[in-house]
């Protein structure tokens, strides 16, 4: 998962009673009387952020209805999650609980064999929380069986700076999700209108594509750099390097930068910055982004707006999601008292304390309405985004690095490989297609590792 800047707009918030049908069943209760000792494995976060709301929030709440269970957190920087994990799972002391909240992602620990199987739980207790979306719930299904249970989801949307728009006299793109008018050639257009002084220190720029990684730029140009069934195992076996439709879609981000100018080099990149986050420092106009971006633009108390995801030649507008879920480890010796705390987490009354607490969007879309309702004052309309949200996930694909094992590896990969196309002009169509062997390699060594 991409460490995330924490997306605050709200105040702790503890909400007494339960949700009917979001909690364990009754046979819960009499177990609640089973002592044991569950360990949470988080992350470090500034104000209330994910460890401060497990520990003063959500723990607490739990131990009023299960006051025999003690959870201990441990929380450690995000650069170090996975090592702390590894370091647990080493020491026969893994954590009960956790999330992708390091670099790897849930496919990373399935193939590890570090996660449990969820469904004997979800089974006994007759559990459904209806207002998590049955997609979300099968991007950690396995063979049809439950790895993992959503608590948050972040779509990913159009962030526009209104005062920017204004100022160069364009019309803001506040589009519904199937608007003709919304393409990647009008956002073009729009940028080219938006972009002034390139290249100068005190320059606007009209886009920084900041959606997901270089393996989602051909979502909407009809290919997946990935080979059919990649992300139902985990483990691509080929690649599309060589695909024309994936180097045309690389070459249009190329050409944000070197044609069109109307997207910072990645030099100018940095060193914008140096100075802080572009788009929030007004550097740049639009930026397609995932939904972290709404805490932090309302903090930092920009005129802003958002709108969806411009279509592509393919005619679809498919954004980046980021879910995250809670998992349970295969080896935790407390494996229902574990599964009695992600059904909590997981319940509209957890996912409420989870978003007006930590400003994070909850996985519960009643739960939703108070995220949606948190930035009204921001001049956010909340059932816009609230549209937007629901448009996201009917049109939108997980991130490749929760579903791909040695996402790590493959993030270097790309990340090395391309630089030749954004730190110069260099032909994709010269570049792109010689990867393609380089790459099989790579997935086979990834594949060859998780099978040790």
């Avoid at 679809?316 to 935790?332: G, Q």
Wanted: charged residues 15%; glycine residues 8%.
């Amino acid at each position: 998962m991409k460490p995330r800047v924490l997306a605050l707009t709200a105040v702790p918030v503890l909400l007494a009673g339960s949700v009917a049908g979001c909690a364990p069943g009754n046979r819960g209760n009499a177990e609640a009387a089973q002592p044991a000792n569950l360990t949470v494995l988080s992350i470090q976060e500034p104000g209330h952020g994910k460890d401060y709301f497990l520990k003063q929030v959500l723990i607490p709440a739990f131990n009023k209805k299960y006051p025999n269970i003690h959870v201990n957190v441990i929380a450690v920087p995000w650069a170090q999650f996975d090592s702390k994990l590894s370091t647990l799972v080493a020491a026969g002391q893994a954590p009960d609980v956790f999330s992708h909240w390091g670099a790897s992602g849930f496919a990373d620990y399935y193939h590890r064999g570090l996660i449990g199987d969820l469904t004997p739980y979800i089974q006994k207790y007759h559990w459904r929380n209806p207002n998590i979306p049955d997609k979300l719930m099968r991007v950690y299904q396995v063979n049809g069986r439950q790895y993992g249970v959503p608590i948050a989801f972040f779509p990913s949307f159009t962030f526009y700076n209104r005062t920017l728009f204004r100022q160069a006299g364009v019309p803001v793109p506040d589009y519904s999700w199937n608007d003709p008018r919304w393409t990647w050639d009008a956002m073009v257009r729009d940028a080219k209108r938006l972009t002034k002084d390139y290249g100068k220190p005190d320059a606007v720029y009209g886009v920084n594509w900041n959606m997901g990684n270089a393996d989602s730029y051909g979502w909407d140009w009809g290919v997946d750099l990935y080979n059919q069934g990649a992300y139902q195992t985990g483990m691509p076996t080929d690649n599309n390097f060589a695909n024309p439709k994936y180097i045309a879609a690389v070459k249009a981000h190329q050409d944000l930068i070197y044609r069109d100018r109307v997207a910072p080099t990645p030099a100018i990149s940095r060193a914008v910055a140096g100075t802080g986050d572009p788009f929030l420092t007004s550097k740049i106009a639009m930026e397609p982004v995932g939904a972290w971006m709404l805490g932090q633009a309302a903090q930092a108390k920009m005129n802003f707006g958002i709108a969806p995801i411009p279509k592509g030649p393919a005619g679809t507008a498919t954004p980046v999601l980021y879910t995250d879920p809670l998992m349970m480890a295969k080896t935790s010796k407390y494996k229902d008292a574990a599964w009695k705390f992600i059904a909590f987490f997981a319940s509209t009354e957890g996912q409420k304390m989870w978003t007006n607490t930590t400003g994070y969007p909850p996985a519960d879309q009643a739960a939703a309405k108070d995220w949606f309702d948190n930035f009204k004052q921001a001049g956010i309309d909340p059932n816009y985004l609230a549209t937007l949200n629901r448009q996201a996930i009917a049109n939108g694909k997980e991130s490749p690095n929760h579903l791909i094992v040695g996402y790590a590896q493959i993030y270097d990969f790309l990340q090395n490989n391309l630089q030749p196309v954004f730190n110069s002009d260099k032909d994709p169509a010269k570049v792109l297609p010689p990867l393609r062997a380089s790459f099989n390699r790579l997935l086979k060594q990834v594949q060859q590792a998780a099978a040790q």
